[in-house]
């Protein structure tokens, strides 16, 4: 590792040992960094030094910055975080918002300062709050002041709210030089988003923060700075970070923050702004076609689909409503963004595309050994980012002989597609049989009854599990003993019988992580 710009050595100090890391592979160009990195040098301050500090950053429904008066917020946030919060670099600063431009702002405020980033969720609670205070060493913060009231501020040393923030940075200097961090100081800690239970967090450096840029985005995405970026997800997680502040940046594009990113608002959003570029996660796509609003989404050249598997379904009717080849790709907080995906050219509707470059993606069995085309497997990842948690030994069991392994069932087709089968906890076995949860989703979702479901395993004295469905209705069905016999048939003759789901409950709505992640564990656990 290089010589850390860090004062406060803690995040350094915590990584966990060399040993247990994934084996990180620069196979681009693009991806061997100077010693020397700070991710928002180039983010930002890069465009005003090539003039174009006059374009469009950030937007929102009632504002919008320039590259010039983002970089002078972001500078004068910074100068406020040294010099009136007492920050030293590698002090951790939570942060607390809804999605917003001053969210952005200082984000990169607190990367630029070489401070380490802690974003969180708006929903979180004290208690969930003090854990990550005490697990990541947290002496300060910057809140919405719409949100202070479950923030722990004793055990803080210094805290400020949004409304006096706005105040303060009319007196801070707008000039401040990025520190001269090392590429692999840690400049966030990203918690997971608790899908599969407590949540972990993970170390990310500068270097990973361009990584991303240089990989997913790039080869990709392949972004033009006429590009309007647009999505649901919050900041607080790595998905967003990519795909509503770097992605953009990176491109000298521009980004629309909104605080209500549901799938309905969304949409009218992506037409009010022009949005060329959207992110969000399946579930939304199929809310809003349910809702009739692929009109709406005119605008896109780009659909990002990920956060969970992407149903056929899903896939084949936004390309008829829209003509766009919705681009699915899985990625994971431990490597900070898309891995494998979709390219939106020539995809196989179904797949989850083929290893961005820059990522080698392997099918591996429980001894790591490679398995051949057509078997399912775990999903084995590495390349130039990888889990590093943070005092937590569940590192060596995501990393093992130098991979990365997801929790993932996977498959790999002759042509190098990659097909998904079930996360590893999904898997359900029946009678011997092993059927996927997220298959047999596929096929109910291809009713028109059903809006959401999930299917995972639930306890049965003869068959030891059996396949138990949860069902979200669409508007104006009726549950009855009738359609949950139609449902059972109509998968019957999707996919093979044995898989159709033998107990079928349904529910007004599902569990879910902020991001729109269905909580297995918690349908599991309710059973």
Known sequence: MHPSAHTDTFTRDSLPATNDWPVLTFTLPELNYPARLNCVSELLDRHIENGNGSRTALRSPEDSWTYEELQEKVNRIANLLVKRMGIVPGNRVLMRFPNCMLYAACYLAVMKCGGVAVPTMPLLRRKELDTIIETARIEHAICDARLTAELPVEKLKYNVASDELGKMMHEACADFDALQTASDDVALIAFTSGTTGKPKGVLHFHCDVMSMCHTFCKYVL???????????????FTFALGGLLAFPLYAGASTVLIENA??????????????TVCSTAPTAYKV???????????????AVSAGEHLPEPVYSEWLERTG???IDGIGATELIHIFLSMTGEADKPGSTGRPVPGYEVRIVDAALNELPAGKEGMLAVRGPTGC??????????YVRGGWNLTGDVFRRDEDGCFWYVARGDDMIISSGYNISGPEVEGALLGHPGVAECAVVAAPDTERGNIAKAFIVLATGIEASESLTKELQAFVKNNIAPYKY???IEYVAELPKTQTGKIQRYALRRHD
Do not use: C
């Open 501 to 503: 789901p033998r107990a």
């Open 288 to 302: 809003m076609l349910a809702n009739d609003l692929a009109d709406k989404m005119s605008s896109l050249r780009i």
């Open 222 to 236: 392949r972004p033009t700075p006429d590009d309007v970026f647009i999505g649901s997800p919050p900041l607080a």
């Open 262 to 275: 549901m799938p309905v608002e969304l949409a009218k959003a992506v037409e009010q702004s022009g949005a």
């Open 388 to 397: 590093k948690y943070l005092a937590d030994d569940r590192q060596t069991d």
């Open 324 to 326: 766009i080849q919705m």
